[in-house]
């Protein structure tokens, strides 16, 4: 039975082995990269390019293994104690993998993973979802999926709602 078990164990390792993507690097986050933008430009050590006519820069560090996707939103100067609350609630549920964060004077959609074991569709993801936050900064603060429960957010997109819907009464 255990000899079972081992081999089940073994095969399903195999398996899994077996349908891996290979560890990201710059050259294959630049092949997806162009696939999404083919006018994406190498910058450096990352690449930057469209997405949704938003202006993205990816930046690698092989050394560390990491990877950050940015979009500039605003400067950070004039952010106030409701705004940063308000981010801070989104970082926690709403934003999902990518976070709002402030770095050399301005406020930034940033997504950011180990590089090597980033898979294709998490950078896709994590691209989608860093050009959202910046998009609906001010407004839904939302990385376009499904919100982690528990926070704040559901609470506050629904007040929007119930302030649209009565508003709407009048009409």
């Known amino acids: 039975m255990i000899r079972l078990a081992l081999t089940l164990i073994f095969l399903a390792g195999s398996l899994a082995a077996q349908e891996a993507e290979p560890p990201m690097d710059y050259e294959r986050l630049g092949k ?27 930046i690698t560090d092989s050394n560390a293994d990491r990877m950050r996707a940015m979009v500039p939103i605003r400067s950070a100067e004039g952010l106030t104690a409701d705004d940063m609350q308000r981010m801070m ?20 959609a940033a997504f950011i993973h ?17 050009v959202n936050i910046a998009k609906t ?4 603060y939302s990385g376009g999926a499904q919100q982690f429960g528990g926070g704040d957010s559901g609470n506050l997109q629904r007040e929007l709602i119930e302030e649209l819907l009565k508003k709407g009464e009048e009409i």
Request: charged letters at 15%.
């Open 137 to 140: 900064y001010g407004s839904l």
């Open 89 to 108: 609630q989104a970082n926690f549920d709403s934003a999902l993998d990518a976070r709002y964060a402030i770095a050399n004077g301005m406020l930034w």
């Open 114 to 130: 180990p590089l090597s074991p980033l898979e294709k569709d998490q950078l896709i993801s994590g691209l989608a979802q860093t």
């Open 32 to 58: 997806i990269i162009f696939a999404l933008d083919p006018e994406a430009q190498p910058r450096g050590p990352g690449f930057q390019l469209t997405v949704s006519d938003v202006p993205v820069l990816v």
